[in-house]
């Protein structure tokens, strides 16, 4: 999937303008909510075992304090509570959107 058209703060959420003129808006905590990190939804090691993931579900005042571009398929929020690790790749930063719609 291609990256945005452009990307932006609107206040304190978080702006998508996609190829196809599609557009999201995001507000900062549940974008921290659905971080894709294995802070947030835990990691298995080879054996199955589960591990993280089980931390807290709403994250109320958070704000987006800015982000990385990672290469040319994801994005890095770096959010006010310290959290940086999540990479949103494009296909999933688009499917959050469409599921707020």
Do not use: C
Not at 19 to 28: A, I, K, L, Q, T
Not at 66 to 72: I, K, M
Request: charged share 25%; aromatic share 14%.
């Amino acid at each position: 999937m291609q990256a945005p058209r452009d990307i932006q703060l609107i206040g304190k959420e978080l702006a998508v303008i996609w190829n196809d003129g599609v557009e999201h808006y995001f507000d900062p905590e549940y974008l921290r909510a659905h971080s894709p990190s294995a802070e947030n939804v835990g990691e298995r090691d080879i054996f199955g075992n589960q591990y993280g993931g089980d931390g807290p579900r709403e994250f109320p005042g958070v704000t987006i304090d800015g982000w990385d571009y990672q290469g040319n398929y994801a994005i890095r929020f770096q959010f006010s509570d310290g959290h940086a690790t999540g990479l949103y790749a494009w296909d999933y930063l688009r499917r959050l959107g469409e599921q707020m719609d």
